[in-house]
């Protein structure tokens, strides 16, 4: 249900779970009598990042109350059921699984303060807990984000756990790091043991997050990328015109995403399995076609079109066979927006001309709603287009590459995906750089003369 706000739409159950869980959270603070002005710090950080900063990746109002309520249960259980210091709160491996999910270091910042602050204040009110775990805990986030290794978690687990001892001693000892005396041992302990131990649970846990959340995290990416994946393996098989259109389409949506510092990863993953549909029907698909031959002549623009459509739905229906991470379904239903397929609309148009057949012509839709499956949508018309180039050279690269990010732009299709126009040029830029590359010319070597000479002398003597 959906309620007006000074003239904006406001989603009434998210509005109702956001004050639901505002005023459980109120009372759990009003009960262990924690100080309120953590709460309203934190809820003022959020709104600004949320509607004044407009940040990405930020989870929907559930997810958040989640995350919330899981951030005020550890510290409650540890300090209070498990009677465990302060400095074994697993504030560490909290704040690195929310970077996992979400690549977003603010969104991190946030989440640390509260349930650092939040662990010091149910600890006594200890100041010293509460910054010893904001720096270890934002030492963890920076060394997590967009890792690609599972090592690379547990040695950021480390390295967070020896800040957080190092800040906790300093604080405890009052010392400078210029003296140091009686090393604590048991602390260390604790703070390794609280960095270690909290990042093997975050790989434990990720993908029961990752589901929970449908979010994908570049670990999992990693493992999608693998061509020994069913549906990529089948997809090479056959459809391998498909599989090679995949992976020029990849190329260049890793390097355009990487040029506006957008996921890369997250691109180029999508870009495989975008059109995954196509196997269903490959010889329907002229990348696929053998010996040119035109399997469409026969048929009616409107069963063409039919044809074409439904590699978008079979891809779904496919991803989801194959348990897909949501993020990568985006890709295969969004990739086309609501493109025309035009080549059919022409012939319809020819055949029918007085018919109104555009909006029959169109994809289903919905149009990219991020960056990165925008990328991939620019990138497979821009790879489609190029085939067709007669001479590619560089000007006539450019001119086709702006041509289609214009059009694309004027049809709003990129309107729902939050490219700015700075970005939008980038993207171009870094499109007509790798095609430059994949259709560069080659010199005419010269053959050998004399070693045909050689070969000629010889056929000769053996004649002779």
Avoid: W
């Avoid at 560490?92 to 989440?111: A, D, H, P, Q």
């Avoid at 509460?130 to 978690?153: C, D, T």
């Amino acid at each position: 249900m959906k309620i007006s706000i000074v003239g904006k739409e406001v989603n009434f159950n998210n509005l109702f779970i956001g004050l639901v869980f505002f005023a459980s959270v109120g009372f759990i603070f009003l009960i262990y009598a924690i100080d309120f002005s953590l709460l309203i710090i934190v809820l003022i950080l959020f709104i600004y990042a949320k509607f004044v900063r407009k940040l990405n990746n930020l989870p929907s109002y559930l997810n958040l109350s989640i995350l919330g309520a899981i951030a005020i249960l550890i510290p409650l259980f540890t300090v209070v059921t498990f009677k465990i210091s302060g400095y074994g709160v697993a504030a560490i491996g909290f704040v690195m699984l929310v970077t996992l999910l979400f690549n977003n270091l603010e969104f991190s910042f946030i989440l640390a303060l509260f349930i650092s602050f939040l662990s010091a204040s149910i600890d006594g009110g200890n100041f010293n807990v509460g910054v010893s775990l904001f720096a270890g805990s934002m030492v963890g986030a920076m060394l997590s984000y967009r890792i690609r290794r599972r090592f690379q978690v547990i040695r950021a687990g480390f390295f967070a756990g020896l800040i957080q001892f190092i800040v906790a001693f300093l604080m405890e000892r009052e010392q400078s790091f210029f003296v140091l005396s009686g090393l604590d041992f048991n602390l260390l302990k604790l703070c390794l043991l609280n960095g270690v131990v909290s990042s093997f649970i975050v790989l434990g846990i990720l993908p029961v997050f990752e589901y929970i959340f449908k979010v994908v995290t570049n670990i999992s990416l990693l493992e999608l990328s693998d061509f020994n994946h069913p549906l990529l393996r089948k997809l090479i098989l056959e459809a391998p015109g498909t599989y090679q259109h995949s992976l020029v389409v990849a190329n260049l949506s890793e390097m355009a995403t990487e040029s506006i510092g957008a996921n890369s990863l997250l691109a180029r993953v999508g870009a495989y399995y975008h059109d995954i549909g196509k196997m269903v029907k490959p010889d329907y698909f002229v990348e696929n076609l053998v010996n040119y031959r035109d399997v469409h002549k026969n048929l009616k623009p409107s069963m063409s079109k039919l044809i074409i459509f439904n590699h978008v739905k079979d891809g779904v229906d496919l991803a989801v066979k194959h348990h897909l991470n949501p993020k990568i379904v985006d890709f295969i239903s969004q990739h086309h927006g609501r493109t025309l397929v035009y080549y059919f609309y022409q012939r319809a148009k020819e055949l029918e001309p007085e018919g109104k057949h555009e909006e029959e012509y169109r994809y289903p839709g919905p149009r990219p709603q991020i960056k990165e499956i925008a990328i991939v949508a620019l990138a497979d018309a821009i790879e489609a287009l190029s085939r067709t180039l007669e001479e590619p050279n560089p000007s006539r690269i450019e001119e086709m590459v702006r041509e289609v990010v214009k059009k694309r732009f004027m049809e709003g299709e990129l309107d729902e995906s939050n490219l700015t126009l700075k970005e939008l040029e980038k993207i171009t830029q870094s499109f007509i750089r790798i095609l430059n590359a994949i259709f560069h010319t080659r010199i005419n070597y010269p053959k050998d003369d004399g070693n045909r000479d050689n070969k000629s002398a010889k056929s000769k003597e053996n004649k002779s």
